[in-house]
């Protein structure tokens, strides 16, 4: 089956920096990649996706880039602020209607002001 | 995004009695659903995937007999946890895969803080 790894479990920047965080996937039959966003005590929130047809994908402050030859796809954030500051997870999942989700180990990301 | 709706946000319960959670897909039909436990600090532990009017599949060490899940209809999917016991407290999360704007999606519930006492 598939295996996600995510890099750095921990992060640490200062306000206004950019972060990025990466993360590898093991079966090369997996075509989307979302990205989420958990605060404390909430449930996961879908911020950005990114599907096999493309290598990246923005919007507004957070940008998502794959690369599907070398089995990696990372997340960038820029200009970071404190409300940015949670735990990010990155998942695979291999094409067809109802498949599992397959997800990293998450980063805890704090912004510090 | 899509909203899924999870129901209790937070349940505190006596040691024995049941605890039903729901999680419903409000904006689109879920085609699968799943729930998840995690731990402070941890990942997501995905327990197991429902579909539709079929058992639910449940993964390596998860008692089918003690979280109960049904996934009634398309928008509906619930986890009850019988004779809770202090073990189960834990943060229990559901998702709802399913075609939002032509493509397939994934989306969480709020999340469910158990605590058994």
């Known amino acids: 089956g598939e295996n996600v790894e995510q890099h750095p479990s921990t992060l640490s920047v200062q306000e206004g920096d950019s972060a990025v965080i990466k993360c590898t996937y093991s079966d090369s039959a997996s075509n989307y990649f979302p990205w989420y966003k958990q605060e404390l005590g909430k449930g996961p929130q879908l911020i950005i996706d990114i599907r096999s047809n493309v290598g990246e994908k923005k919007d507004q402050r957070i940008a998502v880039t794959l690369n599907k030859t070398a089995k990696h796809f990372s997340l960038h954030i820029t200009e970071t602020q404190p409300e940015d500051s949670a735990v990010y997870f990155c998942a695979a999942s291999p094409p067809g209607l109802g498949n599992q989700f397959y997800f990293g180990t998450g980063t805890s990301l704090t912004v510090i002001p | 995004g899509a909203v899924v709706s999870q129901h209790p946000s937070r349940v505190i319960c006596k040691s024995g009695t049941s605890v039903k959670i729901e999680c419903r897909s409000l904006?689109?039909?879920?085609?699968?659903m799943f729930w998840y436990r995690q731990f402070p600090k941890q990942s997501l532990m995905l327990m197991a995937t429902?579909?539709?009017?079929?058992?639910?599949?449940?993964e390596q060490g998860v008692e089918k007999d003690k979280f109960l899940i049904n996934h009634a209809s398309l928008t509906l999917s619930t986890l009850t946890v019988t004779s809770a016991h202090p073990e189960d407290s834990s943060f229990y999360i559901c998702?709802?895969?399913?075609?939002?704007?032509?493509?397939?999606?994934?989306?969480f519930g709020s999340g469910t803080q158990l605590s058994v006492l």
């Open positions: 904006d689109f039909q879920a085609t699968t």
């Open positions: 429902s579909n539709e009017g079929s058992k639910a599949t449940y």
């Open positions: 998702s709802a895969s399913g075609l939002t704007g032509g493509e397939e999606k994934l989306f």
